[in-house]
C-alpha cells in the first residue's frame, strides 16, 4: 500500500514547484506512515515556499481519499506561510515576565480562542516520568466528575500514553474534514498514538511536531466542551514553548514527584509558563509517600514534602499530594484510571479535591452566583 501511495505522490506538483512532491523533497518517502487505513503524509514546507498550502494539503488528501483502503488521511504541514513576509532568520520571541502572582482572581480571557472550548489547561512536567500522564487522565476525570464537559488531548507526540491509559484501540473517524474525538469513560479524548502503531517510533523534527499538535487541536471535531485538558510533552523544549505561546491556556498544572533532581526541571517548566505569562494554578507533589500494602508502614522513597516547600518558597498554590500505590499503578495499567476504576476510592478522592481546586480557578465566576 505504501508504494502506491508514494507512486500516486509522485504524480503530484505543488503550486509554485516544477517538480514532483517527491522529488522536490516535500514528501520524504521514509516519513510516510501507513497504519491500516490510516495514513500519515508529513509535508516539508521549503522556505520561502510562497504556494497555497492549502491547496497543497487538499491535493494530497483527494490522492490518498480516491485509493481504496484509505479511510483516515491525514497531512501534517510542517510549517505555516505567515501572512506578511518575514525575515529569513527571524529572532526568538521575546518573553514577558509576569510578577509573582498573588492569590485570587488572575486576568485570564473570559473565553478560548478555538471555537466549541471554554477553557484550556496544560498539565506539565519539567521530566518524563514523573507520572504526568496518569495525573492528567485522571484530573480530567475528576474534573467531569465535577459536572464539566471535558476533552483530554495527549500532546506526547514522542511517547503518547493515553492508548494504554484509556484503553483505546481503535482509530479516529473522519467526518467532513474533521477528526472525531474517540469518547472514553464520558471524555472526548485525542492522541497521536491512536493513529500510530504501538511499538513503532516518531521521527520527526520540531516544526512538523508543533504543526501536527495544532492540527490535533483545531481540526478535531471537539464539540462543546467546558475544559480540555492538554496532557503536555515533558521538558521546556521548543514544542512546549510554541504550545505555551500559541494555545489558549487559562492555566497550566505543573506535576514532579519530591526529589531535588525533578523539582529542578519542574520549576524550569513552571518558569517557561510564567515567562509567557501563563498562570500557574499550582504544583502537584505525585508519588509523594509509599504506604506497604503489607505491613502498612509509610515509607518515602522518592523523599516527602518537596514539591510543597518549593510551591511555597516560588509563591504558587499547592495543589495536594498523590501516593506511590499499586492500586492506582494497577488501574493505570489496565487502562481504567483509578477515578474511573474505582471513584468512591481514597485515591480518587486526592484527584477529585484537586480538580475541584483547579475548577475553581478555571470558573471563579461560578463561585459568586
Same mark, same amino acid.
Given at each position: 500500500?505504501?508504494?502506491?501511495? *508514494?507512486?500516486?505522490?509522485? *504524480?503530484?506538483?505543488?503550486?509554485?514547484?516544477?517538480?514532483?512532491?517527491?522529488?522536490?523533497?516535500?514528501?520524504?518517502?521514509?516519513?510516510?506512515?501507513?497504519?491500516?487505513?490510516?495514513?500519515?503524509?508529513?509535508?516539508?514546507?521549503?522556505?520561502?515556499?510562497?504556494?497555497?498550502?492549502?491547496?497543497?494539503? %487538499?491535493?494530497?488528501?483527494?490522492?490518498?481519499?480516491s485509493l481504496d483502503g484509505i479511510d483516515t488521511p491525514l497531512v501534517v504541514l510542517t510549517a505555516?506561510?505567515?501572512?506578511?513576509?518575514?525575515?529569513? %532568520?527571524?529572532?526568538?520571541?521575546?518573553?514577558?515576565?509576569?510578577?509573582?502572582?498573588?492569590?485570587?482572581?488572575?486576568?485570564?480571557?473570559?473565553?478560548?480562542?478555538?471555537?466549541?472550548?471554554?477553557?484550556?489547561?496544560?498539565?506539565?512536567?519539567?521530566?518524563?516520568?514523573?507520572?504526568?500522564?496518569?495525573?492528567?487522565?485522571?484530573?480530567?476525570?475528576?474534573?467531569?466528575?465535577?459536572?464539566?464537559?471535558?476533552?483530554?488531548?495527549?500532546?506526547?507526540?514522542?511517547?503518547?500514553?493515553?492508548?494504554?491509559? *484509556?484503553?483505546?484501540?481503535?482509530?479516529?473517524?473522519?467526518? &467532513?474534514?474533521?477528526?472525531?474525538?474517540?469518547?472514553?469513560?464520558?471524555?472526548?479524548?485525542?492522541?497521536?498514538?491512536?493513529?500510530?502503531?504501538?511499538?513503532?517510533?516518531v521521527i520527526w523534527r520540531g516544526p512538523m511536531v508543533v504543526t501536527a499538535l495544532m492540527q490535533?487541536?483545531?481540526?478535531?471535531?471537539?464539540?462543546?466542551? &467546558?475544559?480540555?485538558?492538554?496532557?503536555?510533552?515533558?521538558?521546556?523544549?521548543?514544542?512546549?514553548?510554541?504550545?505555551?505561546?500559541?494555545?489558549?491556556?487559562?492555566?497550566?498544572?505543573?506535576?514532579?514527584?519530591?526529589?531535588?533532581?525533578?523539582?529542578? &526541571?519542574?520549576?524550569?517548566?513552571?518558569?517557561?509558563?510564567?515567562?509567557?505569562?501563563?498562570?500557574?494554578?499550582?504544583?502537584?507533589?505525585?508519588?509523594?509517600?509509599?504506604?506497604?500494602?503489607?505491613?502498612?508502614?509509610?515509607?518515602?522513597?522518592?523523599?516527602?514534602?518537596?514539591?510543597?516547600? &518549593?510551591?511555597?518558597?516560588?509563591?504558587?498554590?499547592?495543589?495536594?499530594?498523590?501516593?506511590?500505590?499499586?492500586?492506582?499503578?494497577?488501574?493505570?495499567?489496565?487502562?481504567?484510571?483509578?477515578?474511573?476504576?474505582?471513584?468512591?476510592?481514597?485515591?480518587?478522592?486526592?484527584?477529585?479535591?484537586?480538580?475541584?481546586?483547579?475548577?475553581?480557578?478555571?470558573?471563579?465566576?461560578?463561585?459568586?452566583?
Amino acid at each position: 500500500m505504501k508504494t502506491i501511495i *508514494l507512486r500516486r505522490l509522485s *504524480l503530484l506538483t505543488a503550486p509554485g514547484l516544477k517538480t514532483d512532491l517527491l522529488t522536490s523533497g516535500m514528501v520524504v518517502s521514509d516519513q510516510v506512515t501507513v497504519d491500516g487505513g490510516k495514513v500519515i503524509v508529513p509535508v516539508n514546507v521549503p522556505t520561502g515556499y510562497s504556494g497555497d498550502l492549502a491547496a497543497v494539503k %487538499a491535493m494530497i488528501e483527494e490522492q490518498l481519499h480516491s485509493l481504496d483502503g484509505i479511510d483516515t488521511p491525514l497531512v501534517v504541514l510542517t510549517a505555516e506561510r505567515p501572512a506578511a513576509p518575514e525575515p529569513a %532568520a527571524p529572532e526568538p520571541p521575546k518573553l514577558r515576565k509576569r510578577p509573582t502572582e498573588a492569590p485570587g482572581r488572575d486576568m485570564r480571557p473570559h473565553s478560548a480562542a478555538i471555537p466549541g472550548i471554554r477553557t484550556i489547561i496544560a498539565v506539565a512536567s519539567g521530566k518524563g516520568g514523573v507520572g504526568k500522564s496518569t495525573t492528567a487522565a485522571n484530573l480530567a476525570l475528576g474534573l467531569q466528575a465535577l459536572g464539566l464537559k471535558v476533552g483530554l488531548l495527549d500532546a506526547d507526540i514522542y511517547g503518547p500514553s493515553m492508548p494504554s491509559l *484509556l484503553n483505546v484501540h481503535t482509530r479516529p473517524e473522519v467526518e &467532513d474534514d474533521r477528526v472525531m474525538p474517540i469518547e472514553q469513560y464520558g471524555l472526548k479524548t485525542m492522541s497521536m498514538g491512536y493513529m500510530m502503531e504501538e511499538d513503532k517510533p516518531v521521527i520527526w523534527r520540531g516544526p512538523m511536531v508543533v504543526t501536527a499538535l495544532m492540527q490535533m487541536t483545531r481540526e478535531v471535531n471537539w464539540g462543546a466542551l &467546558d475544559v480540555l485538558v492538554l496532557d503536555m510533552p515533558p521538558g521546556t523544549g521548543d514544542a512546549q514553548l510554541t504550545m505555551a505561546q500559541q494555545f489558549p491556556l487559562q492555566g497550566a498544572v505543573i506535576v514532579s514527584t519530591p526529589q531535588d533532581l525533578a523539582l529542578i &526541571d519542574a520549576r524550569k517548566g513552571l518558569k517557561m509558563f510564567k515567562d509567557v505569562d501563563v498562570p500557574i494554578f499550582g504544583i502537584i507533589e505525585n508519588m509523594s509517600t509509599f504506604i506497604c500494602p503489607h505491613c502498612g508502614k509509610a515509607s518515602d522513597i522518592f523523599g516527602h514534602g518537596g514539591a510543597e516547600e &518549593d510551591a511555597r518558597r516560588l509563591g504558587v498554590p499547592f495543589l495536594g499530594a498523590v501516593p506511590l500505590h499499586m492500586t492506582i499503578r494497577e488501574t493505570s495499567d489496565a487502562g481504567m484510571p483509578v477515578v474511573a476504576a474505582e471513584p468512591d476510592g481514597p485515591h480518587a478522592k486526592i484527584y477529585r479535591d484537586i480538580a475541584l481546586k483547579i475548577a475553581a480557578r478555571l470558573f471563579p465566576e461560578d463561585d459568586e452566583d
